[in-house]
């Protein structure tokens, strides 16, 4: 009776935490549509605007281009693509302060030529290369597991790209994922149910990471990695081959628009203090840009990350700033301005981002500041941000008008066809 007792108390425990297991289904699907004659387009396209740009970095103006040139230029969907196949430009997002360090397989498939199915495909942000299990059969109970350095910028999007994406013949041969299980630091996370869709599957999730303010990033090194592995548990069969395939698992986030450590904040009654030492519920000086104006904001959400790139702004006034390459900030005009402007306007609510570039006028609050020199640094280091006011989305860092963090956007080319919100 005592065995038959602890069996059942094993069996609901059992059920009970299985039941416990979300299932999360895509808030975003992207359609692929990649194929060679695309590619073969893109890099003829590519070349041109090259040409175009060499030209114009020795004076010649916009307006002066001719119909046919100025039409090669609108076709460029991101000046910072390369490369065809890859999923990011080489522009600043995300992965410039967080993203695995490694990533492993419980199996891959055998190389075929000059052609590998390893670990790092399903990581290096490029849709051709791919991970394949490589055991018999379908590979339920394989997986890829992503390690993580303590102290980078938290994971809000998870995105699968499932299956061999480069070809729709390559995509239906080889089998695709239907479900995959979860799991941060081995405990079961959730279940990501994905659609049987030659496409890019976003899916929303709680902050994952942990940024605690007072982990430096000489620190972080020392401190145990943490994981993220995701298990095959079901399989849309493809038509000619078992071999189960994902193109990629990407991620998003937040925490990435941020300044060196240092940097001086206003505070709501004008005085400063260095980024590092401000605190969730004191009160910054902001400008209102509806009412022309300064106001208190409360500051409800604070971030500090480990960044790589950063770029130094040295200004008219004497005055520098450093911080991330996307991080907006106001133009006298009230534009915002960015190093990064299309990862800033893809990646967040500001309207009408500009590029950020030497000559440039921002708004300092005392009026003015021309901008002098732009210096990219390649050092990690600690970084600080204000992630969040209660009222407005503007703070004064070394007196000049910044932005805050703000929701991400959608954006849509003809390489991404979004179906669903």
Known sequence: MKNILTCIILLVTFFSNAQEIKVLTPTRIEI????????????????????????????????????????ELDKMVDETMTNYW??????????????PYKETASSYLADQGNINYRAENAMDLNYKNVWAEGVPGYGVGEYLEYSFYQGRP????????????????????????????????????????LTDQRAAQHFKVAPIGKLDKNIDYITSKSLPPWTMKFEILEVYPGDKYEDTVLSEIYFDGIDVHCFAKGTLITMADHTQKPIEDISIGEQVLSYHQATDSYVSATIEELANPIHDTLITISLSNGSTI??????????FSGNWLSYSPEKTQMAYRFDDVKQLEEGGIVQTISGTA??????????????????KLDETNTFIANNIVVGTEELRVIRICDKHKMITE
């Open 86 to 99: 890859d999923i990011e430009g080489q522009g600043c997002s995300w992965y410039c302060g967080g993203g």
């Open 370 to 387: 021309k901008i002098l020199r732009i210096k990219e640094t390649n050092t990690a280091q600690q970084t600080y941000t204000i992630v």
């Open 154 to 193: 938290r994971i809000t999007e998870i995105i699968v790209v499932n299956g061999h994406v480069k070809s729709e013949t390559a995509w239906r041969n080889n089998s695709r994922v239907k479900k995959l299980k979860m799991y941060i630091k081995d405990i079961p996370y959730a279940i990501l149910s």
């Open 322 to 331: 450093t911080c991330t390459r996307d991080h907006p900030l106001l133009s």
């Open 32 to 71: 692929l549509d990649l194929n060679t004659t695309d590619e073969k387009e893109f890099n003829r396209n590519r070349k041109a605007c090259e040409a175009i740009w060499e030209r114009m970095s020795k004076g010649l103006k916009k307006e002066d281009l001719t119909k046919e040139e100025k039409g």
